[in-house]
């Protein structure tokens, strides 16, 4: 069983550590119960309990049979026959621990006056290579204060082994004995109070999601993620146009799904779109489902940018598509890691037809549905960042106004438009930072006013109210 455990002294396998905050113990023998033949851990993830303690010979590929003798604390795995064992005879342990990084390693061993002196600490990943643990050299003595490993640092190279086995193992690295003889084959090395910790990688954040189960929205919103995100919507664009097609709510993959027609003659065209900021987040990855009718396009990759940037393909996200929600689907996959850094600059995510195949091996037709549902980009982000991601949001003011209303922005802003309630546009003003918005010759009436505010390509505009007076 995973057990949390918070800023405590506590008495563990015979250790008195300080485990800090989120720490979890990965695996431990503490040989407490000398009824254990087979001496597996006695603590750890649940996983791990049924993993021992071996004593090996490297060339022979041999173990040695271990008994109990007096321990650290109560009793140690003893073994005899490190005899000719420089580079070749050592303790080993194997564990697992996916979704945990920060590893540490306590243990402790003792030498009677002919048995090895000298060992240092090394890890692999299975299928890997031995390497040296740094400061993992180890000097032996007949007591069992002198070979002592506290709370090691082990290699960030095993954070999130996944489902990889991690190896540890004690290598003996002379023939020397404690007594500064050499190792003879009656001498004995003992091991005991092995502790492994490690801290849980912490849990993804929902940076901007869609599951279009508010067939009200008429706008196409997002319905999770970071507060700033949620005024974002999805969009079916036609690139060389600049346009955008409207969408309308169908049956989707839970509830409802975002659908468009209108795809043909779509190659490295047409795509579906969406926004969203991620200042401070890291591995972050992209969930979605696609759907396309016989007509709809079949065909489709991923790609991202940065506001002002150029697209750019996403590793593995090629996506093809069929008249269900199980074949066109991207589960968690990996974004770029360049996406990481951008501050709060604007992220985009694009799914682009990459030809005019149909589902049905034809061409697709004007009248092919395609849809997309359950679009998720998680994230991992530090303390705090998720509440000032939208510091330096657009702020349009005074609202309400007279003649004039100020845009002010950290983006370069391109364009601004008013559109009365009608829909119909009442005035423009290009090219501007930060800068008064002079509505005086648009000679507008009091009431209610749409104002979009575009940046990078003029495609999609931040929207705000104002109230003329």
Do not use: H
């Not at 299975?126 to 003595?141: E, K, L, N, Q, R």
């Not at 970071?226 to 409207?246: H, K, P, Q, S």
């Not at 047409?270 to 591995?283: C, L, P, R, Y």
């Not at 799914?351 to 061409?363: E, G, K, P």
């Amino acid at each position: 069983m995973k057990k949390q455990l918070l800023f405590l002294s506590i008495i563990l396998l015979g250790w008195t550590l300080s485990i800090n905050a989120q720490e979890e113990v990965i695996i431990g023998f503490g040989f407490s119960d000398n009824t254990d033949t087979e001496f597996t851990a006695d603590s750890g993830l649940d996983g791990n309990l049924s993993y021992d303690i071996r004593a090996e010979n490297g060339t022979a590929g041999t173990t040695r049979d271990l008994s109990y003798t007096e321990g650290a604390t109560n009793d140690a795995a003893t073994v005899a026959e490190w005899d000719n064992g420089a580079d070749d005879k050592f303790w080993s342990i194997k564990f697992k621990a996916d979704g945990y990084e920060n590893f540490k390693i306590s243990s402790k061993q003792y030498s009677d006056a002919t048995g090895p002196k000298e060992f240092k600490l090394q890890w692999r990943l299975s299928g890997g290579d031995w390497a040296d643990v740094t400061g993992g050299a180890i000097t032996v003595g007949t007591d069992w204060t002198t070979g002592v490993v506290e709370e090691l640092a082990l290699p960030a190279d095993i954070n999130n082994p996944g489902s990889t086995s991690i190896y540890l193992r004690w290598i003996m690295t002379s023939s020397t004995s404690v007594g500064d003889g050499t190792v003879d084959a009656v001498g004995i090395s003992k091991i005991d109070d092995i502790l492994i910790v490690a801290t849980p990688l912490p849990e993804p954040t929902t940076i901007i999601g869609f599951d279009f189960a508010d067939d009200t929205d008429t706008e196409f919103n997002a319905d999770s993620g970071v507060v700033g995100n949620l005024g974002y919507d999805i969009r079916a664009e036609n690139g060389t146009a600049g346009t955008t097609r409207t969408l309308t709510y169908t049956e989707g993959a839970t509830d409802n799904a975002a659908t468009a027609t209108e795809w043909d003659n779509g190659a490295d065209d047409k795509f579906w779109s969406i926004k969203f900021k991620a200042d401070g987040f890291t591995g972050m990855k992209v969930s979605s489902k696609q759907f396309s009718d016989s007509d709809g396009p079949i065909n489709f990759k991923l790609q991202w940018r940065a506001s002002g940037g150029d697209w750019a393909d996403i590793a593995d996200g090629a996506i093809t598509v069929a008249s269900d929600w199980e074949t066109g689907v991207i589960d968690e996959l990996d974004l770029p890691v360049e996406m990481e850094g951008q501050g709060t600059t604007s992220l985009y995510i694009r799914w682009i037809m990459t030809d005019n195949v149909s589902v049905s091996d034809a061409t697709v037709t004007a009248a092919g549905i395609s849809k997309i549902d359950d679009i998720m980009v998680t994230g991992i982000a530090p303390s705090g960042v998720v509440n000032q991601l939208f510091a330096n949001a657009i702020s349009v003011y005074p609202n309400p106004c007279d003649d004039y209303f100020v845009v002010e922005s950290s983006d370069v802003i391109s364009s601004v438009e008013v559109y009365n309630t009608q829909g119909a546009l009442v005035s423009r003003t290009n090219s501007i930072f930060t800068k008064s918005i002079n509505l005086s010759s648009a000679n507008l009436s009091s009431g209610l006013y749409f104002v979009k505010i575009y940046s990078d390509d003029n495609r999609i505009p931040e929207s705000r109210k104002i109230i003329v007076k």
